[in-house]
């Protein structure tokens, strides 16, 4: 499997627009979750987040909203923030457009926020264009910092070494609150947060 760790900023330019970090001179880091909720996951993840006292972000797929209200509820009243990852984790790329955005517009009814994140970071410039006007319009992010949390492949440690050398002031990371990605997390988001903590630094949502 391959993917980068980090986004270069050739890359970038292929999706104009896109918020890839978060300018800071603090130590922040704004840590992401995709994929959720799950019923095992994301209340491993939230209690995480709050032994140590840090905010994150969860882009959320609409199907899961719909079926976990109440663990969607419990993100918004612990003080983070959501995003859209559309209601049945398309690839934009696979899709037509049309049926790409009216699937962001079905999840949009669950999930209040003008953040969307595309699953797979994959989307074409016209659904890039058309997202960032009415009836939408919305902020799309992507990282600066992917944790291979997904890739079985990976220890834990390895995802650990992956996030905390790759980490700088205003970085968004990617992790994933999915089954897939657990038997990783489990054990290497703990640490991540520990590391970061030890050194004085911040997690946050984005605004």
């Not at 922040?28 to 993840?45: R, S």
């Not at 919305?138 to 600066?144: D, E, K």
Request: charge should be neutral; aromatic fraction near 12%; proline fraction near 8%.
């Amino acid at each position: 499997m391959f993917y980068l760790i980090t986004t270069p900023r050739w890359v970038r330019r292929f999706f104009p627009g896109c918020i890839w970090e978060i300018k800071e001179t603090r130590p922040v880091v704004y840590l992401t979750f995709d994929d959720g909720p799950d019923p095992e996951v994301t209340p491993f993840v939230l209690d995480v987040l709050r032994d140590h006292d840090m905010r994150a972000t969860f882009f959320c797929i609409g199907k899961n909203v719909e079926a976990h209200p109440d663990l969607y509820a419990r993100i918004l009243s612990e003080g983070h923030r959501t995003g859209n990852h559309t209601h049945h984790h398309l690839n934009g790329w696979k899709t037509e457009d049309n049926v790409y955005l009216d699937d962001i517009s079905k999840a949009g009814r669950l999930i209040s926020s003008d953040l969307f994140r595309p699953p797979y970071g994959r989307i074409g410039r016209g659904q890039l264009g058309r997202l960032k006007r009415e009836p939408f319009p919305m902020r799309p992010v992507m990282w600066s910092v992917l944790s291979g949390d997904f890739d079985p492949k990976i220890s834990p440690a390895r995802c650990v070494r992956n996030v905390v050398e790759h980490a700088r002031p205003g970085s968004i990371i990617t992790f994933h609150d999915s089954q897939k990605a657990f038997p990783v997390l489990r054990e290497a988001l703990p640490v991540i947060l520990d590391i970061f903590r030890s050194n004085g630094w911040e997690g946050e949502g984005i605004s």
